[in-house]
């Protein structure tokens, strides 16, 4: 991180000086798909690179602050992976109780490790990660009042971002390619002013810390349903593409994180009005626990254990997550490259042979480098749609990532 100090004189008159901090992130990250691909067009080597500079500029003297944080990847192998987003663009200024945020930013809604069912605010950007953990950046006026009843959030959302998805030579995709080309129910399309309202607070019980927060939503749905386009060929229909379809949502949410002893009890709980009839409302929970195990069997790592459980009420096959299980254990070896491993493993309790394991390690390799490594396999009942499609997926992934 390189700092410098700017002073700026306009008209003879010595404006507040500027601090300005700059870093620059960037990587190169090669995946290996371990068989041979389901669907024409697709290949089994997938190289891409990215960056992500950061520049954040602070008012001496003044509580204010713009953050600018752009972000490009080039995928050699799917054009729809190579992409650019401005992730943050905002301006913030506070005081002793309140902050105001204005821009283009990120924000964060969650406590349980398998799903975040309650993360509404962004975009998820599905080209970058089949876990659903990238988001794209979301036009905001974000204002925070803090009180001794807990934190109070308020949020206007100009503006919608559609859902990326793979093309064609892509991976982690359906048979038939997604359209680009979204329908919205909003008259207003993707200019639609989403709000939404967000409490919260952290306070104690029975001498543990517990923090709990509530939330509603109202706007439209930042998970679209596909209608099918159909063709007929050779004198018989069939499904040629995909278009998605954001419907209007009302939205309510609710997690709970409780800290005992050496727990982590968690729960998101989440209920989603839809307002197109065709499409089911929502009902969804997950709950679970983290208990972390220090120095077992008289080494060096933390151990994590994990455990949550899913539920969706939907039986569209709209949701990988309706009746599942998720167990994990999380590795920090507390050593001088800050190494960690997360593996787990979900089980879908209706559909006996469907499964997703996933093995995610990270290295320090020196003061600005880190090596990522993922490994991916999946395995699916035919029955179950939506796993089935992607189990020829099975996949390792390398990532060098510099810093400076």
């Known amino acids: 991180m390189k700092r410098l100090i700017t002073t700026v004189l306009a008209a003879g008159v010595a404006l507040p000086a500027l601090a300005i901090d700059a870093s620059l992130e960037l990587g190169v990250e090669g995946r290996r798909f371990l068989e041979d691909a389901a669907y024409p067009g697709q290949v089994d080597d997938q190289w ?24 490009f990847r080039k995928d050699f192998a799917d ?12 301006f913030m200024q506070w005081g002793n109780q309140w902050e ?28 970058e990660a089949i876990d659903g953990e990238e988001k794209l950046g979301q036009p905001m006026v974000h204002g925070i009042w803090l ?44 200019m639609h002013t989403d709000v939404a309202f967000r409490w919260s607070k952290s306070t104690e019980l029975n001498g543990y810390p517990l923090d709990v927060s509530a939330a509603v939503f109202r706007g439209t749905s930042r998970t679209p349903e596909f209608l099918p386009k159909i063709a007929l060929v050779n004198g018989q229909p069939v499904i040629t593409e995909f278009t998605p379809y954001y419907a209007m949502q009302n939205y309510a949410s609710a997690t709970l994180l409780y800290a005992l002893d050496g727990w982590l009890l968690k729960t998101e709980l989440l209920h989603r009005n839809v307002q197109d009839d065709r499409f089911e409302d929502q009902n969804a929970a997950v709950t679970g626990f983290e208990y972390t195990i220090v120095g077992p ?26 009746n599942d299980l998720f167990l994990g254990a999380r590795f920090a070896l507390n050593d001088m490259s800050s190494s960690e491993v997360l ?51 099975d996949s390792i992934e390398v990532g060098l990532n510099l810093y400076f």
């Not at 891409?48 to 602070?58: A, K, L, N």
């Not at 945020?101 to 975009?123: C, M, P, Y």
């Not at 093309?167 to 008259?187: C, F, H, K, L, T």
Request: hydrophobic residues 40%; charged residues 25%.
């Open 79 to 90: 054009d729809e992976r190579t992409h650019a987003d401005v992730r943050e663009a905002m």
């Open 100 to 127: 105001l945020r204005a821009g283009i930013g990120k924000v964060f809604w969650g406590v349980t490790e398998s799903v975040h069912l309650v993360d509404v605010i962004n975009q998820t950007d599905m080209i």
């Open 48 to 71: 891409s690179v990215y960056v992500q500079p950061e520049f954040v500029w602070d008012a001496d003297n003044a509580n204010q602050r713009f953050t600018f944080m752009p972000y």
């Open 147 to 190: 009180a001794e009843s807990g934190t109070y959030e308020a949020f206007l959302l100009p503006g919608f971002r559609e859902r990326t998805f793979a093309g064609e030579a892509g991976r982690y995709r359906i048979p038939v390619v997604v359209s680009n080309d979204a329908e919205y129910q909003a008259n207003a399309e993707q």
């Open 297 to 322: 069997f008289e080494s060096n790592l933390d151990l994590g254990l994990l455990a949550e459980y899913q539920y969706d009420s939907r039986s569209n096959g709209n949701t990988l997550a309706q």
């Open 343 to 393: 593996v787990g493993l979900t089980q879908d309790l209706d559909y006996q042979g469907s499964r997703f394991v996933f093995v995610e390690g990270s290295k320090r390799l020196s003061a600005n480098a880190t090596l990522d490594v993922t490994l991916l396999a999946l395995t699916a009942d035919a029955e179950d749609v939506v796993i089935d499609a992607l189990q020829k997926d």
